[in-house]
Antibody
Framework: QVQLVESGGGVVQPGRSLRLSCAAS????????MYWVRQAPGKGLEWVAV????????NYADSVKGRFTISRDNSKNTLYLQMSSLRAEDTAVYYC?????????WGQGTLVTVSS | EIVLTQSPGTLSLSPGERATLSCRAS???????LAWYQQKPGQAPRLLIY???SRATGIPDRFSGSGSGTDFTLTISRLEPEDFAVYFC?????????FGQGTKLEIK
């Protein structure tokens, strides 16, 4: 069965960087686009970024463009989100999801807290 | 960016009743790339409907989706106790994807 496991969350100071990972299993990883979606505490879902199955195309929400970078390593079945210049408003649970093209399988999320 | 507006914000109904949730887009959603998700506290979202009207694997047939262009609807024909949750619509037809702000379905 498809499993997506996020890691790398934690507490980080404003202005610092953090890299999230999403380890995928039970799927042919390089056949699928992959998403990052976040959810601030008590709030709704916010799409963050998507990367094409081959890594050749990436799109970002305006709120993270220029600060976040999505990437993937198909040889390791792993998706990444490099986050820099973090702000308090980036505090959220970050989910990775398989895009088929709709986000059908989701991980359980990793919490990122930006606080001094 | 396509803005999705869901209504109502909160819907109070009883088990056995019919629920109708609305999602309106600020511009036409390409190829009906519109999905609906259910989310319960502490859980990841669960895909219910994709392509505006196709049920995801394992989703009961009391859930149905309809609509096209800018107006979409999720209908739950007869509410079960486990259906009380938050529901989000999501468009994935443009280069930047978006979610609606959610509708909370609560027990009356």
């Amino acid at each position: 069965q498809v499993q997506l496991v996020e890691s790398g969350g934690g507490v980080v100071q404003p202005g610092r960087s953090l890299r999230l990972s999403c380890a995928a299993s039970g799927l042919t990883f390089n056949n699928y686009d992959m998403y990052w979606v976040r959810q601030a505490p008590g709030k709704g879902l916010e799409w963050v970024a998507v990367i094409r199955y081959d890594g050749g195309k990436k799109n970002y929400a305006d709120s993270v463009k220029g600060r976040f970078t999505i990437s993937r390593d198909n040889s390791k079945n792993t998706l990444y989100l490099q986050m820099s210049s973090l702000r308090a408003e980036d505090t959220a649970v970050y989910y990775c999801a398989r895009g088929a093209p709709v986000a059908d399988y989701w991980g359980q999320g990793t919490l990122v807290t930006v606080s001094s | 960016e396509i803005v999705l507006t869901q209504s109502p914000g909160t819907l109070s109904l009883s088990p056995g009743e019919r629920a109708t949730l609305s999602c309106r887009a600020s511009q036409s959603v390409s190829s009906s790339y519109l999905a609906w998700y259910q989310q319960k506290p502490g859980q990841a979202p669960r895909l219910l409907i994709y392509g505006a009207s196709s049920r995801a694997t394992g989703i009961p047939d009391r859930f149905s989706g309809s609509g096209s262009g800018t107006d979409f609807t999720l209908t739950i024909s007869r509410l079960e106790p486990e259906d009380f949750a938050v529901y989000f619509c999501h468009q994935y037809g443009s280069s930047t994807y978006t979610f609606g702000q959610g509708t909370k379905l609560e027990i009356k």
